[in-house]
């Protein structure tokens, strides 16, 4: 009999950063999702990777002087060493520079083309590189800023092709009322239908601006829009258009889980591309919270981001996983602070859970030389521990079919106090005191020895390494995967008459006011670090440099082509300081310059120093110095 099946995706990531706790976040999530459905039976498909196309990735390419696919290839690398550290079981990891992936974006497009929803125009409005999103003068805040990132967004108005998304506005309104579940929160599909009902715009989905990304089929001038490449990652992953490939077998997605953030893109412009071109739509989307960190907001320049991979190695991977998924509801924006997590750590992990596994096999060495005694002596609040472990169970299955991942871990901790509270009201070292109470003393204890097999399936989606640990403490042989759901849920399985394995603690203390002072000084080590000394600085041959002449480069919004008089000789320097200074104005100027920097090529250009310059925001301001210096002074 074929299993049933189940396909959940995370969104593929930007290349432009490197992972942060967000990108944890969501991809946990699924990953608890998918252990899940695998752990009760189903054929699982989970879906991860990387969104490498768009104008952002060419610019900041650019600036570091190598190629969009160089910088692409790096941060993948640093996405994929994540996924193995936090112990993430994805089935594929995409990529949107692969080649097949280019083939389905071309074949979706021509598609829609022919099927006249696509049509050529011209583009007159506001857009926001960062976001990679179009914006009306109406959606602007403060005068040209984007309503979603609040930075400044550039007027366009360049030739491009339009999808008639407007068209499908109706249809899709219509979908989303009749289907509650396609969009969850429930305050997000209220978001989205309000948006819908304001009336749907034909979406410009070309740039000719720019070259990195994938080309309009038979006009090879424009590059299909990053959102049109990104979103088709979810059926291209799965072969289509070859619906006898994975596509057919797991199409549509059970779950696109996404940051609230790139709802709209997810509900509106996916479901009428797939409209369009006649693909059922996905049964849900899911738009979670985002994280603040000690009640603030994460940015570079508050150097609060938090490193996902730094938390993992501080705290360990299964304590990092039950924190996301525990401490917030699944939706809503979450504030992380070390106190919460060392609270969870202490008090959840180590005094509830690893307590209770570590005094129960202690009972067992003690009083049966570790060996698992049969079941032969029952009471009525066995079967209460029976009939909670299948209760749990099934909130489990109901809680996390909701992505309800803290309600469902909720659940799991009533059986932990459950069972903590069994044992303290059985009084096993009491049985042990009388001889003839034998039997009750080991039926009592293969009670709590199974109630905690029972946690090591409940807890396996969430804390795997730990639910691994957990069955070989137990020494327990039975395959954790089920086939059905009720064979999960079945109790009284734990064989009797094995050895139990090395008894460990799972989850050592930590000592806060310890651990405060060690993330301080390293705090502090890795500011010192940052730090030059005086012989390290004077290496640095700062000069004096007249700008002779001034182009634009080819191709580049951003870099100017500098020739620059140091006195006793002259040179070309490639400067990204075209956005905020008109070449002509320039020439003549006396600038301080990086005299004695490697040369390095950008976009094919031989650059043999740099300009100095202080940035505000995206303007550049180049260090002007008076007239009268000479060019090739030495800067002191």
Same mark, same amino acid.
């Given at each position: 009999?074929?299993?049933?099946?189940?396909?959940?995706?995370?969104?593929?990531?930007? =290349?432009?950063?490197?992972?942060?706790?967000?990108?944890?976040?969501?991809?946990?999530?699924?990953?608890?999702?998918?252990?899940?459905?695998?752990?009760?039976?189903?054929?699982?498909?989970? !879906?991860?990777?990387?969104?490498?196309?768009?104008?952002?990735?060419?610019?900041?390419?650019?600036?570091?002087?190598?190629?969009?696919?160089?910088?692409?290839?790096?941060?993948?690398?640093?996405?994929?060493?994540?996924?193995?550290? !936090?112990?993430?079981?994805?089935?594929?990891?995409?990529?949107?520079?692969?080649?097949?992936?280019? @083939?389905?974006?071309?074949?979706?497009?021509?598609?829609?083309?022919?099927?006249?929803?696509?049509?050529?125009?011209?583009?007159?409005?506001?857009?926001?590189?960062?976001?990679?999103?179009?914006?009306?003068?109406?959606?602007?805040?403060?005068?040209?800023?984007?309503?979603?990132?609040?930075?400044?967004?550039?007027?366009?108005?360049?030739?491009?092709?339009? /999808?008639?998304?407007?068209?499908?506005?109706?249809?899709?309104?219509?979908?989303?009322?009749?289907?509650?579940?396609?969009?969850?929160?429930?305050?997000?599909?209220?978001?989205?239908?309000?948006?819908?009902?304001?009336? !749907?715009? &034909?979406?410009?989905?070309?740039?000719?601006?720019?070259?990195?990304?994938?080309?309009?089929?038979?006009?090879?001038?424009?590059?299909?829009?990053?959102?049109?490449? *990104?979103?088709?990652?979810?059926?291209?992953?799965?072969?289509?258009?070859?619906?006898?490939?994975?596509?057919?077998?797991?199409?549509? *997605?059970?779950?696109?889980?996404?940051?609230?953030?790139?709802?709209?893109?997810?509900?509106?412009?996916?479901?009428?591309?797939?409209?369009?071109?006649?693909?059922?739509?996905?049964?849900?989307?899911?738009?979670?919270?985002?994280?603040?960190?000690?009640?603030?907001?994460?940015?570079?320049?508050?150097?609060?981001?938090?490193?996902?991979?730094?938390?993992?190695?501080?705290?360990?991977?299964?304590?990092?996983?039950?924190?996301?998924?525990?401490?917030?509801? /699944?939706?809503?924006?979450?504030?992380?602070?070390?106190?919460?997590?060392?609270?969870?750590?202490?008090?959840?992990?180590? +005094?509830?859970?690893? +307590?209770?596994?570590?005094?129960?096999?202690?009972?067992?060495?003690?009083?049966?030389?570790?060996?698992?005694?049969?079941?032969?002596?029952?009471?009525?609040?066995?079967?209460?521990?029976? &009939?909670?472990?299948?209760?749990?169970?099934?909130?489990? &299955?109901?809680?996390?079919?909701?992505?309800?991942?803290?309600?469902?871990?909720?659940?799991?901790?009533?059986?932990?106090?459950?069972?903590?509270?069994?044992?303290?009201?059985?009084?096993?070292?009491?049985?042990?005191?009388?001889?003839?109470?034998?039997?009750?003393?080991?039926?009592?204890?293969?009670?709590?020895?199974?109630?905690?097999?029972?946690?090591?399936?409940?807890?396996?989606? /969430?804390?795997?390494?730990?639910?691994?640990?957990?069955?070989?403490?137990? +020494?327990?042989?039975?395959?954790?995967?089920?086939?059905?759901?009720?064979?999960?849920?079945? =109790?009284?399985?734990?064989?009797?008459?094995?050895?139990?394995?090395?008894?460990?603690?799972? /989850?050592?203390?930590?000592?806060?006011?310890?651990?405060?002072?060690?993330?301080?000084?390293?705090?502090?080590?890795?500011?010192?670090?940052?730090?030059?000394?005086?012989? #390290?600085?004077?290496?640095?041959?700062?000069?004096?440099?007249?700008?002779? +002449?001034?182009?634009?480069?080819?191709?580049?919004?951003?870099?100017? @082509?500098?020739? =620059?008089? !140091?006195?006793?000789?002259?040179?070309?320097?490639?400067?990204?300081?075209?956005?905020?200074?008109?070449?002509?104005?320039?020439?003549?100027?006396?600038?301080?310059?990086?005299?004695?920097?490697?040369?390095?090529?950008?976009? %094919?250009?031989?650059?043999? %120093?740099? =300009?100095? *310059?202080?940035?505000?925001?995206?303007? #550049?301001?180049?260090?002007?110095?008076?007239?009268?210096?000479?060019?090739?002074?030495?800067?002191?």
């Amino acid at each position: 009999m074929n299993k049933p099946t189940f396909y959940v995706t995370t969104p593929i990531y930007y =290349v432009n950063d490197v992972p942060h706790i967000g990108h944890a976040y969501t991809t946990v999530a699924a990953d608890v999702i998918s252990r899940y459905k695998r752990l009760s039976g189903y054929d699982v498909f989970f !879906l991860t990777g990387t969104d490498e196309h768009g104008q952002k990735i060419e610019m900041a390419a650019e600036k570091q002087g190598i190629t969009p696919k160089q910088l692409a290839d790096k941060v993948v690398e640093r996405f994929k060493n994540l996924w193995i550290k !936090l112990n993430i079981s994805y089935d594929k990891f995409i990529r949107t520079t692969d080649d097949y992936h280019k @083939k389905s974006v071309q074949y979706i497009f021509k598609k829609m083309m022919d099927n006249g929803d696509i049509y050529q125009g011209e583009y007159e409005g506001w857009y926001c590189t960062p976001c990679e999103t179009y914006w009306t003068e109406t959606q602007l805040l403060d005068g040209n800023c984007c309503p979603s990132c609040r930075r400044e967004t550039t007027k366009l108005k360049e030739p491009s092709y339009f /999808f008639k998304m407007s068209k499908y506005q109706d249809a899709l309104l219509k979908h989303i009322e009749e289907n509650p579940e396609f969009i969850k929160p429930a305050s997000r599909r209220n978001e989205i239908i309000s948006f819908i009902k304001e009336g !749907l715009r &034909d979406l410009s989905v070309s740039r000719v601006s720019f070259k990195w990304g994938i080309p309009v089929p038979d006009d090879p001038k424009h590059v299909i829009y990053v959102w049109i490449d *990104a979103l088709t990652n979810y059926i291209s992953a799965l072969g289509y258009p070859n619906e006898d490939d994975l596509f057919g077998k797991y199409w549509p *997605a059970d779950f696109h889980i996404v940051g609230k953030d790139i709802l709209r893109f997810h509900t509106v412009y996916w479901p009428t591309m797939l409209m369009s071109i006649g693909v059922p739509l996905p049964k849900s989307v899911f738009a979670h919270g985002w994280w603040t960190v000690e009640g603030q907001k994460m940015s570079k320049s508050l150097g609060n981001a938090i490193d996902p991979s730094w938390l993992v190695d501080k705290f360990g991977v299964d304590q990092i996983r039950y924190f996301l998924m525990r401490e917030v509801p /699944f939706g809503l924006d979450g504030d992380f602070s070390f106190k919460a997590l060392i609270h969870r750590i202490n008090g959840d992990l180590s +005094n509830d859970l690893g +307590n209770l596994l570590n005094r129960t096999l202690g009972m067992l060495n003690r009083y049966f030389d570790g060996v698992v005694q049969p079941y032969v002596v029952s009471d009525t609040e066995d079967d209460r521990i029976a &009939d909670l472990i299948v209760s749990v169970f099934k909130d489990m &299955d109901r809680y996390l079919l909701d992505l309800s991942f803290n309600k469902a871990l909720g659940s799991i901790w009533e059986l932990v106090s459950a069972l903590n509270k069994y044992i303290d009201t059985m009084a096993p070292w009491n049985l042990a005191k009388d001889p003839s109470k034998k039997d009750r003393l080991g039926s009592v204890i293969y009670v709590v020895l199974d109630g905690i097999r029972a946690l090591s399936l409940m807890l396996y989606p /969430f804390m795997p390494g730990t639910a691994l640990e957990m069955r070989r403490q137990l +020494n327990t042989k039975r395959e954790i995967f089920k086939s059905t759901f009720e064979e999960l849920c079945k =109790v009284r399985v734990l064989e009797s008459g094995q050895k139990i394995g090395e008894v460990k603690q799972l /989850f050592p203390r930590i000592d806060e006011e310890n651990l405060q002072l060690e993330i301080k000084k390293e705090n502090e080590e890795s500011k010192h670090s940052e730090l030059v000394d005086y012989d #390290y600085f004077s290496k640095l041959e700062l000069r004096a440099g007249k700008i002779l +002449n001034a182009e634009k480069v080819e191709k580049s919004e951003k870099l100017l @082509k500098l020739k =620059v008089d !140091l006195g006793s000789e002259q040179r070309q320097i490639i400067a990204g300081i075209a956005k905020s200074y008109n070449p002509k104005d320039l020439v003549g100027k006396t600038v301080a310059i990086v005299a004695n920097l490697k040369p390095a090529k950008l976009m %094919g250009l031989t650059s043999e %120093g740099m =300009v100095l *310059a202080a940035t505000s925001g995206d303007r #550049y301001y180049i260090l002007e110095l008076p007239e009268d210096v000479k060019p090739g002074s030495v800067i002191k």
